[in-house]
């Protein structure tokens, strides 16, 4: 496994400890802007899978070779019979939950294409989003017109655990290291794209949540 570096994206850090070196299978949901590249980089024994309503979400060739597969579904549809039950490790929906309606369903509906004992990683924007100032590339929940619910840790993390999971970390998304890189980050930016992104600041300001939690019970033997 190549070594994760500060800059890491902060997902795969926090996925690290709970990895280690072992092959797995990783089902990304929603896997634009180049993210199996990003996570095969980090973890080559990862076998890396995309589901996205598109292929060319800001993806290019590079990307769809190193994916074992790419499915092509719209997940508010809940139809996921493409998915083979119970045989992920890890389930990402990173900055996907808030362009869904019915985010929780959808959560429900995938959980049990993960085997007991998988890991279950959700990053959205967090509600205090809506009072931060608009900026470029997204810094108020509202930026993007795209976005549609709010969600919170307290309703995410009762649906995971109600569902059959274990919350093992749940929080503010603060990667201290992006934090202190804030002016360079900023800089950065500037120098190469032009203007200042909206990410530059997540880390400092709170932008986002996350809840990493592990599947302890059969999801589909959970009594409604």
Same mark, same amino acid.
């Given at each position: 496994?190549?070594?994760?570096?500060?800059?890491?994206?902060?997902?795969?850090?926090?996925?690290?400890?709970?990895?280690?070196?072992?092959?797995?299978?990783?089902?990304?949901?929603?896997?634009?802007?180049?993210?199996?590249?990003?996570?095969?980089?980090?973890?080559?024994?990862?076998?890396?899978?995309?589901?996205?309503?598109?292929?060319?979400?800001?993806?290019?060739?590079?990307?769809?070779?190193?994916?074992?597969? =790419?499915?092509?579904?719209?997940?508010?549809?809940?139809?996921?019979?493409?998915?083979?039950?119970?045989?992920?490790?890890?389930?990402?929906?990173?900055?996907?939950?808030?362009?869904?309606?019915?985010?929780?369903?959808?959560?429900?509906?995938?959980?049990?294409?993960?085997?007991?004992?998988?890991?279950?990683?959700?990053?959205?924007?967090?509600?205090?989003?809506?009072? =931060?100032?608009?900026?470029?590339?997204?810094?108020?929940?509202?930026?993007?017109?795209?976005?549609?619910?709010?969600?919170?840790?307290?309703?995410?993390?009762?649906?995971?655990?109600?569902?059959?999971?274990?919350?093992?970390?749940?929080?503010?998304?603060?990667?201290?290291?992006?934090?202190?890189?804030?002016?360079?980050?900023?800089?950065?930016?500037?120098?190469?794209?032009?203007?200042?992104?909206?990410?530059?600041?997540?880390?400092?300001?709170? =932008?986002?949540?996350?809840?990493?939690?592990?599947?302890?019970?059969?999801?589909?033997?959970?009594?409604?």
């Amino acid at each position: 496994m190549t070594k994760l570096s500060i800059v890491s994206p902060t997902r795969l850090k926090l996925l690290k400890g709970h990895i280690g070196q072992q092959q797995f299978s990783l089902l990304d949901i929603g896997c634009g802007n180049h993210s199996a590249t990003a996570t095969k980089k980090y973890f080559p024994n990862c076998d890396y899978y995309g589901v996205d309503r598109m292929a060319e979400y800001s993806n290019d060739p590079a990307d769809f070779s190193i994916m074992k597969q =790419f499915f092509e579904i719209d997940v508010t549809t809940l139809t996921f019979g493409q998915l083979p039950d119970s045989f992920f490790d890890v389930l990402v929906m990173s900055h996907i939950i808030e362009h869904l309606r019915n985010g929780p369903e959808v959560i429900q509906a995938l959980l049990p294409k993960i085997k007991l004992g998988g890991i279950v990683y959700l990053e959205y924007p967090s509600k205090r989003s809506t009072r =931060f100032p608009s900026m470029r590339g997204t810094l108020n929940f509202y930026d993007d017109p795209s976005h549609c619910r709010l969600y919170d840790i307290g309703e995410l993390t009762a649906l995971l655990s109600n569902s059959g999971c274990t919350v093992v970390k749940a929080g503010t998304r603060r990667d201290w290291a992006r934090v202190f890189l804030t002016p360079i980050a900023a800089l950065r930016s500037k120098l190469v794209r032009g203007h200042v992104e909206a990410a530059a600041f997540w880390d400092i300001l709170g =932008f986002a949540e996350y809840i990493l939690a592990r599947k302890s019970v059969d999801s589909e033997n959970i009594p409604t």
